[in-house]
């Protein structure tokens, strides 16, 4: 096979479907599962359409279709890890919850894992309940993660959401509400001010509302908890856990003048240059109160306050922090570490998800899988810059995030083209010499090369290639 | 009749009920967008803004917010205020330490300036009142001028001191202008007026350096003169006064002044621009070639260099006879970039007169005149000069030549209609964006293409960054309805595309290579 060929198969086998290829943690998808899930899940969207009663039917319908089709859409876009091995512990782990808690039908519910990164679990009300690997692989121990389970088990035996739905649309539809908007309708003057403080007065309410659920939650999810063989107390530590659960896992991993900085290639301060419009960040009291209404949590330490009492004396000395497979448990957490790198990417967020690889790189320089990812994100990045597609994969900097995403957001903004292809370049090549070298790595290689017009080392590479992979 | 006249009002109103739909706060709120545009600083776009009219209050007053994103698209902050519903938001601009928004108010022909902090506070507001003759001149200024987003027209930031705005007037026959500086650190204004004699005068400013504001001003006896004198004006930025007055003469060289840059740290600027040798007439004759001054703020001119079409730019370039680069026609400069290595770099793009056939045609039918002329942009130039401002490259950037005609076309010569043709952005360059300290900058332009692979817009780049000068090329036609783009901030640029089955805007922001 020519040169030429072979080069063809390597650059077109390099995609973010195999980007962890054999070697890395593996989470082969079900698609009869999935087909199984949707299946009841359509079978409850008819079942709760049908049910809906009352004179605002049709817009309790709209709502409930949008949640269908929402909840649809997360098996089309590939973001449940439906992997045998990964959903049988969790319904391992829900078993554990619903076989000493009656109150719920085991078929009931539907409990998945979510690839996002993000690190949240929800309940949509009808039953299915999606765990985010981003939040399971910060936890603890198995106690942690039942206590997350029951919180959201809660939520759906409490009919938050579907109560939340009724109010809404019982409040914006009602009689009362529609004359108060046609009286505003009519007005010529000051029109808009009135409708930004009707829609405020409801907004408050509404999060009022939902912090009330919120605690109603947390409450019943001890009620729950105390039942089974889990570690109460675990609840707490959880709590305090997702107090910090902003910050990523690894974040304390990420030294960008150190990870791009090469013998070679040194790092540029300029890529690091912050020339943006800021203002003073000063709110006053009247808007932070403002801020403080609008959350839709209590703070993590006021719902530790509230259910310290109640833990402590529901504590069992017989209890466990694990209780179902710790080992399991320890693997799952640590092969989510790569899965949510791989989701990043896959769902089209390359910043994300070389960050979130430069920050657990810092944590284990030695990982392989780790530095190809981060590598092979940075040929991405190169070849949508030239293409003028990277805004479509990146995020920009913005004042929700953390400052060290900022920062490599910024980075990446700084960066012209053919720094990019040498960042990539220095990146991988640093680790040519090691004796792990694997072919995802090599492929990464040869194309960064090429991007960089190595074309000499390219060819060495692809001589390499073809010796040990083909 | 009767009866019929009533089933079928009993039916219109059955139909009314049932057509009732329940109403929604966002279906009833309305807010209108009056305008955006660039937060420009140091030649650099720092943000953006958004002029809404927010809530009408009465009869005479609306509330307004104006909407500051930076230049990642991040809302940085909603001001609210109540004003007359006849204000209109013009430009904006970024100090480093304060931002000025400058209103015109049509209903008190008033012009207003209102300077925000970094905290959305406002600090100071200066007005200055147009009488009924500048007000008339002032808005036909306006509507004539070049709506590029990235290059401000009439108010321009003093690093962290204040702005600049000049405001062409008009007093009784005379056609002038005053010069204003508005503090920003302090409430302090004060007011350059130029003493004219029966002259037709307008001034842009050129750029300014920590002590001098520079204004080129150009002067004709009369409107329709021929005879043009170029002078440079150097005000002093601490007290409004005079700090010199020179005409652009050097020798047996006139200069007509383009551009400026100033030099970082001391106190001297460079100004370019064509150059002609003896009595030529700016406005008529060819010129001479690309005269570069190095000037101090007493208006001495340090040192000189004069890039001759013949000799020097003919090494590079092939010029004729009529000192037109061959294919390129005659050169306007649009942007003069100095580079923190020293060189100095001069963006242009060529322009010729020719005949129009349409207009020739039509006036050969209809036995009536028509444009018999038509000015025609035909490619972009990049100058790069060492620092002893010697030509050390000049590259000619090829795109699909554009039509540009005007009534009057005739009677203008080609450097006229040019100058008429960047007001009216006829011409493709679209902005310069330079990098912090000038170590790079990007400049970008439209073409139309016409090949077997490609038909539609796109945007184009030169680029210069780490010693080299790159293009880039961004085709700009996609699956949305329509694309458009705005400009970024330096080596980027903001695409938007709207799809209208969807009714969404995308915008991103792509860098440019």
Partial sequence: MNTKTLLTIILVNISFTGLFGQVSPNFPSNPAFEQKTIDAITKQYQKDIQNIQGPNKKYIADIYKERFTYIKEKFSKKEILSDDEAQSYLDKLTNEILKKNSVFKAEDVRILFSRSYVPNASSMGEGTIFFHIGLFHRLQNESQAAFVLCHELAHYYLDHTDNGIQKYVATVYSDEFQKELKKIQKTAYGRNNQLEKLAKNMMFKNRRHTREFEQSADSMAIELLKNTNFDVREALSCLALLDSVDRDKYHSGIQLEKQFNFSSYPFKKSWLNDDDLKFAVSKDEEAKKEEDSLKTHPECSVRIERLKERVNSFYKTNSKQFVVDEKKFNHLKNAFDYEIIKYAFESKNFSKGIFLGLEMQGAHPDDIIVRTAIGKGLNEVYKHQKDHTLGKIIDLPGPEYERSYNDFLRLLQNLRLTEVAALSYYFLAQYKTKNDLNEEYVQALIESADHFEKFGEKQDWIDYYKKNFH | ?513
């Fill in chain 2, 1 to 513: 009749m009767k009866s019929l006249l009533l089933i079928t009002t009993s039916l219109f109103c059955l139909q009314q009920a049932n057509a009732q739909e329940k109403l929604s706060i966002d279906k009833v709120y309305k807010m209108s967008l009056r305008n955006a545009g660039t937060i420009i600083a140091d030649e650099q776009i720092k943000g953006y803004y958004y002029f809404f009219m927010s809530d009408k209050i009465d009869k005479r007053t609306n509330e307004y917010t104006l909407q500051i994103v930076d230049a990642n698209l991040n809302k940085l902050k909603d001001i609210k205020f109540q004003d007359s519903k006849k204000i209109v938001l013009l430009e904006s601009s970024f100090n480093g330490s304060s931002m000025v928004f400058m209103f015109y108010d049509d209903g008190e022909n008033l012009l207003d300036y209102r300077i925000y902090n970094l905290e959305g506070k406002q600090t100071y507001t200066y007005s200055k009142v147009l009488d009924k003759r500048s007000e008339a001149y002032f808005k036909q200024a306006v509507s004539q001028r070049d709506d590029e987003e990235s290059e401000n027209q009439n108010i321009f930031d003093i690093t962290n001191k204040g702005f600049v705005s000049i405001t062409q007037l008009r007093e009784n026959k005379k056609y002038t202008y005053d010069v204003n500086f508005y503090s920003s650190d302090k409430k302090r204004t004060w007011t350059y007026n130029p003493i004219e004699d029966g002259k037709f005068t307008t001034a842009q400013y050129l750029g300014a350096n920590d002590s001098i504001a520079l204004i080129e001003v150009l002067s004709r006896d009369k409107m329709m003169s021929k005879e043009m004198e170029s002078t440079i004006l150097g005000i002093n930025l601490s007290n409004g006064r005079k700090a010199f007055e020179i005409r652009t003469q050097d020798g047996k060289n006139q200069l007509y002044p383009m551009n400026i840059s100033t030099l970082k740290g001391g106190n001297s600027f460079l100004v370019i621009g064509p150059y002609f040798e003896g009595n030529d007439r700016v406005m008529q004759d060819k010129s001479d070639g690309i005269g570069i001054w190095e000037m101090n703020n007493q208006g001495k001119i340090l040192r000189s260099k004069y890039n001759s079409w013949a000799k020097d730019m003919s090494k590079h370039l092939k010029i004729d006879q009529k000192g037109r680069v061959a294919d390129l026609g005659y050169v306007f400069f649009h942007s003069l970039q100095q580079t923190e290595d020293g060189k100095l770099f001069a963006i242009g793009e060529g322009y010729r007169k020719t005949a129009n056939a349409a207009g020739i045609a039509m006036t050969i039918l209809t036995q009536s005149y028509s444009n018999v002329t038509k000015l025609v942009v035909t490619d972009m130039l990049l100058l790069e000069l060492n620092s002893q401002f010697e030509l050390s490259n000049a590259t000619i950037y090829e795109k699909n030549n554009n039509n540009f005609s005007i009534p009057g076309a005739d009677f203008a010569n080609a450097h006229t209609l040019a100058l008429v043709a960047k007001a009216y952005g006829a011409f493709d360059y679209s902005y310069t964006q330079a990098g912090k300290n000038h170590a790079s900058f990007t400049t970008t332009y439209t073409d139309y293409e016409r090949s077997k692979d490609y038909k539609g817009l796109t945007l184009n780049s030169i680029s210069y960054y780490d010693g080299k000068v790159t293009k880039d090329k961004i085709n700009l036609k996609s699956s949305a309805k329509w694309v458009s783009f705005l400009p970024a901030k330096q080596g980027s640029v903001l695409i938007m595309e709207y799809f209208k089955k969807d009714k969404r805007l995308d915008m991103h922001m792509e860098k440019l290579n």
